[in-house]
């Protein structure tokens, strides 16, 4: 693939301001300076950096992001900073967009990308794809609330009863809530339903994919094909 075009694929701005990177050799293609923008380059495991920052070239770009609280999940937010706006430039001038959406006070993993595939997949309801989540409780947790969530509740405009995947008291006060829908304020219309109140909610993991212990809020990074795996084996 030509080099101007790699970069303008990658979110570097027109091929007129990817050429114009090259030629100030602030390019490099596997540690080396590259000022031919019309250079054919292997993409097949290809890292390159502008101005010493380093990319990987990837096909579509999908990332994990631990989402703090105070963002919301939109390209077009309304009363809070968009979540796409902790990713560099670049990323975001790819398309990226969320996978499903965390409220602006919910914290916890969340999947960006440009992968409309991949987004379809994990967002529609009818896979079933499990999402893990931890509730503080304003109440009390008992065995009776965690009994009418697996057993299923009726939440207002659903025609039927919401059944939760899974369901435990971590302590007192906290609820680790599996879900497979992807219903507007699911856990808290649920864990309304059964007499309590969500305090704060964190997602944990997605499918099989847990937020990493070393991830800080705000922070990123690559979904690694280990990664990807553990998403696949959900659909």
Not at 210 to 215: G, V
Request: aromatic content about 4%.
């Amino acid at each position: 693939m030509q080099l101007e075009r790699l970069l303008q694929k990658h979110g570097f701005g027109t091929r007129k301001d990817c050429r114009a990177l090259v030629r100030r050799e602030r390019v490099r293609v596997n540690g080396e300076i590259c000022d031919d923008p019309f250079a054919d380059i292997a993409t097949d495991g290809l890292v390159f950096s502008v101005d010493d920052v380093e990319w990987p070239y990837l096909e579509h770009a999908t990332v994990l992001l631990h989402k703090p609280a105070g963002y919301e999940c939109s390209r077009k937010p309304q009363h809070h900073p968009s979540v796409l706006e902790l990713l560099p430039l670049p990323l975001r001038e790819r398309g990226v967009q969320p996978i499903g959406r965390l409220d602006e006070d919910t914290t916890g993993l969340l999947l960006i990308t440009d992968d409309g595939q991949l987004n379809h997949q994990l967002s529609s309801g009818k896979r079933k794809v499990p999402k893990v989540y931890l509730a503080t409780t304003k109440h009390p947790l008992d065995q009776a609330q965690i009994d009418q969530l697996l057993a299923g509740v009726l939440l207002h405009d659903e025609p039927e009863p919401i059944v939760a995947a899974a369901a435990e008291i971590v302590d007192e006060h906290t609820l680790r809530l599996t879900v497979t829908e992807g219903k507007y304020h699911q856990v808290k219309r649920m864990v309304a339903a059964v007499g309590n109140r969500v305090e704060a909610l964190h997602r944990a993991a997605v499918a099989e994919l847990e937020l990493p212990a070393d991830l800080k809020p705000g922070e990123w990074r690559w979904l690694s094909a280990v990664d990807m795996e553990k998403l696949v084996k959900s659909k």
